[in-house]
C-alpha cells in the first residue's frame, strides 16, 4: 500500500506534507494511501513561521516601523490637505479683494458720474440765468441802450 508522510515541527506544531512513497501495486488495485499517514517530526520551526516571526524583537521593530510609515504618510496627506485649504482661502480671500476694489471703482465711478452731472446742471443753471437776465435786460431795449452809452461816454470822457 501507498504511503503519505507528513513533516510535524515541534517548535510550533505545523504539519505539512513531506513525501510520497508509491507501493508497486499503485494503479493496479491500489488507489493511493489511505487515512494513515507516517510522520517525521522535525525539532526546528517551519519555513512560514520563521519568514513570519523569526524573533520577536525583529517582529516588534518591523511593527513600529509600520507605524511609523503610517504616520509619516497620514502627516504628510495631512500637510497637502493643509497646504491645499490655504491655497483655496489664499484664493478666496484674493477673490474677495478684487471683488471689493471692483466695487470701491464702480462706486468711485457712480460717484463722479454724480458730480459731473451735477456741474453739468449748475453750468446750465448758471447759462439759464445768464441768458434770462440777457433777455430781460435787452427786453426793455431803449432804456438799457442810453444807460450803456451814459456808461461808455463816462468812461471815455473822464
Known sequence: ???????????????????????????????????????????????????????????????????????????????VAQIKRLQIEARRRAEDAKRKQEEEALKLARRRERERRQLEKQVDNKAAKALESHKRKHEGGEEDEPKAKRQRGRVGGG
Open 1 to 79: 500500500m501507498c504511503m503519505q508522510k507528513d513533516k510535524v515541527w515541534l517548535e510550533c506544531n505545523h504539519r505539512a506534507f513531506f513525501r510520497f512513497e508509491p507501493c508497486a501495486r499503485l494503479g493496479h488495485g491500489c488507489f493511493g494511501a489511505g487515512g494513515d499517514h507516517d510522520e517525521v517530526h522535525v525539532q526546528d520551526i517551519c519555513a512560514d513561521c520563521k519568514r513570519k516571526d523569526p524573533n520577536p524583537a525583529a517582529r516588534e521593530a518591523e511593527r513600529v516601523r509600520r507605524e511609523m510609515e503610517l504616520h509619516a504618510r497620514r502627516a504628510e496627506e495631512e500637510r
